[in-house]
């Protein structure tokens, strides 16, 4: 079994930061490309932010300058650095990553997502 656990989510004022963490545990041998998704209400979910295991990454263009996503590979753990925060960015906020197994199987998995209110 693979859990992924997010943390770090909140209420926060625009302008302001909040980072998020993605702890990954269980049967893994490798960890591929991890991502953060996010869903507002009424919206389909969309990739926010994107690394590979080589370190490349990528990014909506509406998070451009104000997000950066980061992985700790040793920690098996990815965070996103969230600035600048604008109500617009309210969601709930999901990291994915693709995991191979011990048994050499590769499989997608979800985290359970972590609410970000951006309000006054």
């Known amino acids: 079994q693979v859990q992924l656990v997010e943390s770090g989510g909140g209420l926060v004022q625009p302008g302001g930061s909040l980072r998020l963490s993605c702890a990954a545990s269980?049967?893994?041998?490798?960890?591929?490309?991890m991502g953060w998704y996010r869903q507002a209400p009424g919206k389909q979910r969309e990739l926010v932010a994107a690394?590979?295991?080589?370190?490349?990454?990528n990014y909506v263009d509406s998070v451009k300058g104000r997000f950066t996503i980061s992985r700790d590979n040793a920690r098996k753990t990815m965070y996103l650095q969230m600035n600048s925060l604008q109500p617009e960015d309210t969601a709930v906020y999901y990291c994915k990553a693709v995991i191979t197994n011990w048994g050499g199987r590769k499989y997608d998995y979800w985290g359970q997502g972590t609410q970000v209110t951006v309000s006054p």
């Open positions: 690394t590979t295991d080589g370190g490349r990454t």
């Open positions: 269980g049967n893994i041998f490798n960890i591929h490309d």
